[in-house]
């Protein structure tokens, strides 16, 4: 059977993601990081909900709080506050971790390799997202001849981006579509508890329901 290797954080993108794998017909193995992030025991609650929904028996679940020691982002350190009601200014803002889906994808080429996993998804979004740089279609294009040209000659696998041109109305309505268990997911950059509704990704989860009239599966404050 074909091997897929899934990033999950745990967030709406990503979980269709790993839906849209399953019904490509892939087995797929799971990959989540804990990097210190404030919703960090959140993410990972959801990551296990989503791995139980889709039968997944094979992850891994990996430390790299070495990002949070490398800081310059609001989502590891404390002293920063996120931006609330700021979607659509032209700045990348501190939400950005830098370069963490480069090194995110570094370690899934290790395990891909290891695992023999033709295909690795990943939930980047170009179109309808806050403009960070590590999400763009360029550089999912320059990370696959990264991995391709840094592991076995033997071994070859593609990156799978689904989502890259869709905005967060397409996003929902095609989770709704696939039956995916939204209520599991996770987007909210600050709070565990309950979503903020103010940060860059309460906004623009909030702004594809609305945008299909439906309501969303979590609670906001």
């Not at 959140?42 to 989503?50: A, N």
């Not at 490398?70 to 032209?90: A, C, E, R, V, Y």
């Amino acid at each position: 059977m074909k091997k897929a290797l899934c990033i999950i954080s745990g967030g709406m993108d990503s979980t269709l993601c790993a839906y849209l794998a399953k019904k490509e017909g892939y087995e797929i193995i799971a990959l989540h990081f804990d990097y210190n992030q404030r919703t960090m025991l959140k993410e990972r609650k959801c990551f296990e909900k989503i791995c139980k929904e889709l039968k997944i028996k094979n992850k891994y679940i990996l430390n790299v709080s070495f990002i949070s020691d490398i800081g310059g982002n609001s989502l590891t350190d404390l002293t920063l506050d996120i931006p609330k009601n700021s979607l659509h200014k032209n700045n990348i803002p501190n939400t950005y971790v830098p370069f963490r889906n480069g090194i995110f994808l570094s370690i899934a080429g290790a395990i891909a390799e290891k695992e023999k996993c033709e295909s690795i998804f990943i939930g980047v979004v170009q179109e309808d997202s806050s403009g960070y740089p590590d999400c763009s279609e360029k550089f999912i294009q320059n990370a696959t001849n990264f991995i391709n040209s840094g592991t076995n000659p033997d071994f070859k696998t593609q990156l799978k981006t689904p989502l890259i041109h869709l905005n967060k109305a397409q996003i929902v309505s095609l989770a709704i579509e696939e039956n995916v268990a939204l209520q599991y997911t996770w987007s909210c950059y600050e709070r565990e508890d309950k979503a903020c509704g103010k940060c860059d990704s309460c906004l623009l989860r909030l702004k594809g329901f609305e945008q299909i009239k439906r309501k969303d599966m979590i609670d906001y404050i």
